[in-house]
């Protein structure tokens, strides 16, 4: 059965403190790997799409990368405006619109 | 652009109500999508579409009817309210299927007593 599981469900982080995020996945016929951050009571804002394994993408403190089964998303010298939750979405094969979402990593920063 | 909107932004119905939530997107996105964002689950897709007239099954279709009359507008349904429909509902849309990150709305929060 096609799953995404995101780990950890919550991180607390001084401000300053890098670390990464995981997501794994077991798709078949992986078609990107998706990257959303989502603010309380506002809808998911897209980040990053990965197709291939070894792809590495960078916004400002983030980064995301890709394995054949797993993603990161690494987080360089937080700030408090980054705390937020992270979801995570793999898309199945061409011809399927099915994406399959994690239940997220809630980031918490504190200054 | 205003993106992708959704109305109500929240609503309460009891048990065996009606009632149809809108989405409109101004970005000329031909595939639109409806998800239920639940606590402790993933995002589910609910209906989705690739197109002008055209609607599909998502993985929790059962309960929900939609319509694509418009190309910037996707509709939910619901004809029957349950309390198991109780949830924050999100619209997507995305360009095509080779640019396909989705641009989401703000929500809709829904509670069936």
């Known amino acids: 059965e096609d799953q995404v599981t995101q780990s950890p469900e919550a991180l607390r982080l001084q401000e300053g403190e890098s670390s990464s995020l995981n997501c794994s996945y077991t798709?078949?016929?992986?078609?990107?790997l998706f990257w959303y951050r989502q603010d309380p009571g506002k809808g998911p804002e897209f980040l990053f799409t990965l197709y291939s394994a070894g792809e590495e993408k960078e916004k400002e403190r983030l980064k995301a990368t890709l394995t054949k089964k797993e993603s990161f998303l690494h987080i360089t010298a937080p700030k408090p405006e980054d705390s937020a939750t992270y979801l995570c979405a793999a898309r199945r094969v061409p011809g399927t619109y099915k994406y399959i979402f994690g239940t997220g990593t809630r980031l918490k920063v504190l200054a | 652009n205003a993106g992708v909107t959704q109305t109500p932004k929240f609503r309460v119905l009891k048990t065996g109500q009606s009632m149809t939530l809108l989405c409109a997107q101004d970005m000329n996105h031909e595939y639109m999508y409806w998800y239920r964002q639940d606590p402790g689950m993933g995002l589910r897709l609910i209906h989705y579409s690739v197109g002008e007239g055209t609607t599909a099954k998502g993985e929790v279709p059962d309960g929900y009817n939609v319509s694509r009359l418009k190309k910037q507008n996707f509709l939910l349904g619901l004809e029957s309210a349950a309390p198991s429909q109780t949830s924050v509902y999100f619209c997507a849309s995305s360009y095509s299927d080779s640019y396909n990150e989705q641009f989401f709305g703000p929500g809709t929060r829904l509670t069936v007593l």
């Open positions: 798709v078949s016929g992986l078609r990107g």
